[in-house]
T-cell receptor, first 112, second 113 residues
């Protein structure tokens, strides 16, 4: 039973436009959510996080939105750049920094 | 280097062989995690250490898997009598504690033939 789901395996976006990556979760005990970015042959790199007491967190071109009632979060990248092309993983935890449950990932391709 | 270091990067083992995967966490990081990532999937939790104490090993798929962190720094994940289904990338991650994000190493890709 997947507790964190990323229903879109891939997404293609034009450079300069907005990329929106989605993630759904089922476990209501999750209270801390993170996005990781992964290039081939490298480990995941932390991108941005959000606590359940917030509904939005912004860091430069990256914004994460959390809708607790819908158990849904999304990552917005604007403007998208070719270097953003990677696999993005959504992750959730019942305790910040502790055991993370990951989604299956979404491969983002930003076309020049 | 300042990051999490894993060795070897690649390991090919014949079915039935034992393997040992090493993780050097970031200096000072208390928490250390092992994850298994199958092709095309997200990482899945294996086990968790706080310093030298193994606090959670609920994700280890069988008793062939064993992890240790005897001095609270370097950790080793050992797989005995490897099987083909063990083929995956094994990721190690560390953090200062429960309030900080995990930092991952580049992983060890294990292929069991």
């Amino acid at each position: 039973d997947q507790q964190v789901k990323q229903n879109s395996p891939s997404l293609s976006v034009q450079e300069g436009r907005i990329s929106i990556l989605n993630c759904d979760y089922t476990n209501s005990m999750f209270d801390y959510f993170l996005w990781y970015k992964k290039y081939p042959a490298e480990g995941p790199t932390f991108l941005i996080s959000i606590s359940s007491i917030k509904d939005k967190n912004e860091d430069g071109r990256f914004t994460v939105f959390l809708n607790k009632s819908a158990k849904h979060l999304s990552l917005h990248i604007v403007p998208s750049q070719p270097g953003d092309s990677a696999v993005y993983f959504c992750a959730a935890s019942g305790n910040a920094g502790n055991m993370l449950t990951f989604g299956g990932g979404t491969r983002l391709m930003v076309k020049p | 280097g300042a990051g999490v270091s894993q060795s070897p990067r690649y390991k090919v083992a014949k079915r039935g062989q034992d393997v040992a995967l090493r993780c050097d966490p970031i200096s000072g990081h208390v928490s250390l995690f092992w994850y298994q990532q199958a092709l095309g999937q997200g990482p899945e939790f294996l086990t968790y250490f706080q310093n030298e104490a193994q606090l959670d090993k609920s994700g280890l798929p069988s008793d062939r898997f064993f992890a240790e962190r005897p001095e609270g720094s370097v950790s080793t994940l050992k797989i005995q009598r490897t099987q083909q289904e063990d083929s995956a990338v094994y990721l190690c991650a560390s953090s200062f504690g429960t309030d900080s994000p995990l930092h991952f190493g580049n992983g060890t890709r294990l292929t069991v033939t």
